[in-house]
């Protein structure tokens, strides 16, 4: 079947659809009747069925938390999980972030490549399908969720209810083929720290958005410091660092450091301004009562992004921890810090996490395991790996074998599922940050190798 061909001739239906869903902001908000994850991601939600619905499927919604386009009716189904909701926005775009800005073979805005693009490929992947008449032996179902970013507690939802599929991908990643996740951990960790009168007043430290994105603005308001002073070391950091400073100075002095923000899935790619912040507040002569707390963090945790100091450094045949400073909040004498670090997939993730807490300890402070996610592993010769890989070479010359990342998607909690695309080989992937972007040609021909995907899935053996 020539899917590409059936896509390629709705691509202004297809661009038309993905701009509908790109408008709202669907960043999680507060719980509400009928909105688990917020009104804007519910609103999202029912605009996309709207759409599946305009195409003639079935279309319903799980504990208000997970959409499902449904075609055929077996009793056992394939499916594509994809989520609506987006990361906060953050500073740096050139257009509105909500818009979907059109240059080129680029569409612009939040939510473009992660993940409203490929929810809007699969859709059309089963609406190829369906219009051409192909054969299917297995009910096939579109997952939308509503919840990936903030930790996926729509998918428990959804199984509280729903059978799991029998196989199922989700286009939340890279091609070719996703055959193992890293373990996921955000913690909070806090500290009270009463300070005295001597030395540099920390009066207030702000920074970053969620864990997982490295934060590229961080700001400190400080008292009983020489302007001078701060002054000479803007100046040394400036020389040593990469980092922009932007410093206001009253009878309180203002500092920003800003870095560069990406996906705490690979922080060495950013620039943690957090932690630049932190770096150049403990070369100041700091209160007393907070200059041992700044110290060990400027030893231990610095700017690096596979915690070697800190001492939880590890990593096996498909890649290393890696470790990401993603909030600092600072006042009323409370600092915490949100952190994200990710465990490579065949190691021991109660071990890791045990010598984190280890650690973390020695400084006092008080900790929070906001989310944990064990690794996702499938052996690379897993049907569902072998037969996604091999679609996927079908369309693409390429060799490269099945991917291990570090980020986490859907397939860590729904079974039988696995990560497939969106991004191809050696594109620039812009998931989390500024100016966030999808090729649309990208995206028209993931719907073609989609749409196969789900018709192979559902043939029985």
Partial sequence: ???????????????????????????????????????????????????????????FVVNDAVGVVEYGDSEDYVASLAHLDVVPVGDGWDSDPFVGRIDGDKIFARGAIDDKGPAIASLYSLYAIKELGVKIDKKIRLLFGTNEEEGSNDMPLYLAKEK??????????????????????????????????????????VGGTK????????????????????????????????????????????????????????????????MGLIVFLSKLSLNSGVKNTFDWFATYIDSETDAKKFGIFCEDKYGKLTFNVGIVDFKNSTLSLDINYRTPVTLDYDAINEKFVKIIRQTGAKIEFVLKDRPLFYPEDHFLVKTLLEIYRKHVNSTTPPLSIGGGTYSKHIPNTVSFGPLFEGKQDMCH???E?????????????????????????
Avoid at 14 to 20: A, Y
Avoid at 21 to 50: H, N, Q, W
């Fill in 211 to 274: 864990a997982n994105v490295v934060p590229d603005k961080a700001t400190a308001v400080l008292s009983n410091v020489d302007k001078e002073v701060v002054s000479n070391l803007i100046k040394e950091f400036e020389e040593q660092y990469p980092y922009k400073w932007n410093v206001q100075y009253d009878s309180k002095i203002r500092v920003q450091c800003q870095g560069i923000s990406t996906h705490a899935a690979h922080p060495e790619t950013g620039l943690n301004a957090v």
């Fill in 1 to 59: 079947m020539d899917y590409l061909s059936f896509v390629e001739g709705k691509k202004t239906e297809f661009l038309d659809d993905l701009k509908k869903i790109l408008t709202y902001p669907s960043i999680m908000g507060e719980k509400v009747d009928g909105a688990p994850f917020g009104v804007e991601v519910r609103k999202c939600l029912d605009e996309t069925l709207k759409i599946a619905s305009r195409m003639g499927f079935k279309t």
């Fill in 437 to 461: 972007y999808a090729s649309i040609s990208d995206l028209i021909t993931c719907s073609a190798i989609y749409a196969e995907a789900m018709v192979k899935l559902s043939v029985n053996k």
């Fill in 433 to 435: 940050e500024a100016n």
């Fill in 164 to 205: 799991p599929p029998v196989y199922a991908f989700s286009p939340d990643a890279e091609f070719p083929v996703i055959h193992s996740e890293k373990g996921m951990v955000f913690v909070r960790v806090s500290w009270n720290l009463d300070q005295k009168n001597d030395g540099v007043i920390v009066e207030e430290i």
